[in-house]
């Protein structure tokens, strides 16, 4: 079956870039979407079809995806964007998570 | 405003069944597909079954042959029939919506615990 991979933590410093990668075979020719997810919360969608934010998500929210490794990006990172971080791609017919990332912000 | 409301979370022993509901408004229902994603404390997210517009339905192979998802566009409601229940399944269930694949769940409800335990 189908894995996504992605790094259990992430941390990065207030008003620094973050970087969040998931892998999988081929990832590139598939399209990838980003969620996040604080305590007690139910998941947000931040990117989908690579690269699109849905309306109210923050432009420093930005995506990419090319051959095996899709990237959330977060320019400017601020405090209130600590949270768990999930990648999504459709495999033939299922849908595919990654293990999620926790992005640390100190 | 969009919402998605589940229910019908609840204990069960291992080996029973549960059916869960979720109930959606604020969007035309029948013209998105529909998700079930678990959630087991402290773990990530699992997808758990999906149905389409048109009725289709998708499950992992964790699930196959005990989850059934169907929806009933006329009340706007998506179910997940359950049988055969694992420890395994214990989890927030999340029902979320996508209006085409790929386009991401861009709404979730707030989840249903399913506890299942002796």
């Known amino acids: 079956s189908y894995e996504l991979t992605q790094p259990p933590s992430v941390s990065v410093s207030p008003g620094q870039t973050a970087s969040i990668t998931c892998s999988g075979d081929?990832?590139?020719?598939?399209?990838a979407c980003w969620y996040h997810q604080k305590p007690g919360q139910s998941p947000v969608l931040i990117i989908y079809?690579?690269?699109k934010r849905p309306s109210g998500i923050p432009e420093r929210f930005s995506g990419s995806n090319s051959g095996n490794t899709a990237t959330l990006t977060i320019s400017g990172t601020q405090a209130m964007d600590e949270a768990d971080y999930y990648c999504?791609?459709?495999?033939?017919?299922?849908?595919?998570f990654g293990g999620g990332t926790k992005l640390t912000v100190l | 405003e969009v919402q998605l409301v589940e229910s019908g979370g609840g204990l069960v022993q291992p080996g029973g069944s549960l059916r869960l509901s979720c109930a959606a408004s604020?969007?035309?229902?029948?013209?998105?597909?529909m998700h079930w994603v678990r959630q087991a404390t402290g773990k990530g997210l699992e997808w758990v079954s999906g149905?389409?517009?048109?009725?289709?339905?998708y499950y992992p192979g964790s699930v196959k042959g005990r989850f059934t998802i169907s929806r009933e566009n006329a009340k706007n409601s998506l179910y997940l029939q359950m049988n055969s229940l694992r420890a395994g399944d214990t989890a927030v269930y999340y029902c979320?919506?996508?209006?085409?694949?790929?386009?991401?769940?861009?709404?979730w409800g707030q989840g249903t615990l399913v506890t299942v335990s002796s």
């Open positions: 149905i389409g517009v048109a009725g289709d339905t």
């Open positions: 079809q690579d690269t």
């Open positions: 081929k990832l590139g020719d598939k399209y």
């Open positions: 604020g969007f035309t229902f029948s013209s998105y597909d």
């Open positions: 979320a919506r996508e209006e085409r694949r790929n386009s991401g769940f861009d709404y």
């Open positions: 999504q791609a459709w495999d033939s017919n299922t849908v595919v």
